[in-house]
Structure formats: C-alpha cells, structure tokens
C-alpha cells in the first residue's frame, strides 16, 4: 500500500477494509466493537455536499457544522472506550459518566498527561491541558455537561521542537445497488496527500510550557494568527507528510530510518484501512434503541453513504502512528490559506 504514495499523484487510491483488530484480548475486541457502533450510526447519516467547488468563499450552502454533542461524542470516541487501550488511539474518557474509570487511571498511570475536550467544539477550541483531577472533578466546579478527556499521545515526534499532526482525508461510500443485485457495501477513499498542521509554539512539558496550548494544539485554524510568516518558513512551510518527514530526517539523521515516508505512510493506510473495517463490519447490525426509548430508523437516503472524513493522525518519537480523531462534516471548506492549498486539488 505505501507504494501507491509515489505512484498517486493527486489521485484518490481505494483500499480495502481490513476486518483485523490491532488490540491485544478478545475482551477489548468486544468493547471496541460497542464502541464503534456508535460510531457507524453516524457513518451512514453525513452526506458529502454535492458540489465538490475549487472556490470555497460562499459557503451557504454547504452543510452546517455538526455541533450536535452527542454526534461529536460518537466520533471521537469511536476508538476507546473507558477502559480499553490500544497500540494506536488514546485512551479517551467521557466525563462524568466515566470520571471514578479515569481517576484509577490517572492515578495508577501518574507519568501520564492528559488533555479535555468540549465535544461542541470543533478546530482546537475548547481543548486545555490537565492540571489536577480537581479541575474536572464532578461538583466541583467540575465539567461541562459532557467533556472528553483524552491521553497525550507523548513525547510526539517533533520537527525543528515543534509538534505536528497530518490529516488523511477519506471518502466513505456505499453505492446503490444495481436493479436486483445485492449491495456491495462499503468502500474506502483515501486522498494521498495528507496536510502537516503545526504548533506555534516549541514543545515544552515544564509547568510554563504545558500552560501554553500553542505548544500542543496543531489545528491550523487555532494557530494562523500566532505567526506572521505561518505557512511561509520552517517548518510551517513543509505543508505535506512527505516533506516534512524527509525535513525532519535531514535534521535528525539518526532518526531518517524510521522517518522514511513508505513505513509511515504504510502504517497510516494500516491503521485507516483497519478503522473504517471496523465500520463496514458493523454495518448491517440492528441499530441501538435511544436512551429516551425512540428507535433510531435508517431511509432509503440513510442507508446510501458518500461522506468525505478528515481523520488526524501524528506521529511519537519512534515513528508510532497514533489515531487522534475523526472529524465529521462538513470536510470541504476552507478556514485559513494552508486549507485551501491542500484541498483545491481534491
């Protein structure tokens, strides 16, 4: 598969859905499942906006912001529920529901570091670093009605002391069967160039750098006004995965073989392929009941999936491939230039 990344172009390359699970234990196996059903009950309900524009000033018509907690609840966390840990997603919590599950946790686990999120928020606003489990402690002040509160995937991997994320843009469909054949089910779409998203500021984890959230949150959109020059110099300029991986090796050599942009771009289509499998797999199993009692009901319209996900990935210090989340819609505007520049050749 990470052959296909110099043979591409700017073309998108299908893949196939590995039903393989990456964890250890038929238990966590199990959790995962419920966990990602959650996940498919979105996955067939996104629609991508039909008219697929190389100008993205007028977005009226675009589909609005998804900021429907319980949607965004579901797509973030698709890969870990409570308890289950696994080689390639943060550990990520719900709280309150999951707060005395994350305080064993954080207490047996005190090297540690942990982040929250305000799943009503989306491009970086409303993520904070953890301080104390007072901060978050129910009654005590504590959390908003809902809050994420995932693990920091570190020491990530850094380029000139500054942190990154890439974002692979996947397309998700399920095509119509023909008149009196069965459906084919789901297939996956990956757009090979995969953005690089910078910090402003350089990695620290002492108490003065961990208060600085432009040094650990990479969404452009959070950090195009901390730089004049953003997107201009190193190493905002290295703009894709490939360049900024053979920049890194350049001035790190001793780590330019697990840098190498084939093992790296063919562990992230591993980890795609296996994510959105898990998705095909679930598929055709009966839909939950809602909590109020109401039965989810999928329409003719619902059962037909063609949805374009930004899924963000980064990188630790080995070179691990680590899935941060899935972004839901809409996947195609624009909020700052370094957007346009990666998704004019989409």
Known sequence: ???LYSQAGDQWIGMALQQ??????EQALQAYDGAFKRFA????SVPLHQEMRKSYTDLSECPPVDTTVATKLKAQ????????????????????????QFERTYKA????????KEPQHNRGEGVRMLNSLEEIRPGVGGPAPAILVQQYIGPPLLVDGFKFHYRYYALLDNPPALQGQPRKGLALFVFPRAPLRFSTARYSTDAEGWAQKNAHVTNSDANKNAVTDYCDINPWQHRTLHGGLEYAARTEPAKAAMLASRKVVGSSYRVLSRAFGKAARMWDRPLPSMPDGVQLERSDEAEYCHAVYGVDLALDDQANVWLVEIQIKPQMDCSCPQDEKGKDGM
């Open 1 to 3: 598969m990470s052959d």
């Open 20 to 25: 393989r699970h990456m964890g250890t234990t």
């Open 41 to 44: 009950e979105t996955a067939h």
């Open 77 to 100: 966390r698709a890969f870990s529920a409570g308890m289950s840990v696994y080689s390639w997603h943060a550990q990520t919590f719900l709280l309150p529901a999951d707060f005395q």
């Open 109 to 116: 686990r005190p090297r540690t570091r942990w982040l929250t």
